[in-house]
């Protein structure tokens, strides 16, 4: 699965086992709470204040595994 900043979280995860670590490496802790279950990567980023420029960071990170 290519991941973009508009993939749902859910989805990263269950497509990719380590993909929540990833995520919580990066600043989103909660990745597991219903509502950011919901959330695309970029809404939840924004959330959590993380920019443009790192959401791309992590959706690189999120494709090379």
Sequence with gaps: ??????????????????????L??????????PLAQQESLEQGCLAHGIDEKKIEKIVKELNKK
């Design 1 to 22: 699965m290519r991941v973009t900043k508009k993939t749902k979280i859910k989805k990263i995860i269950n497509e990719n086992s380590e993909a929540a670590e990833i």
């Design 24 to 33: 919580i490496e990066n600043g989103l802790g909660c990745v597991f709470c």
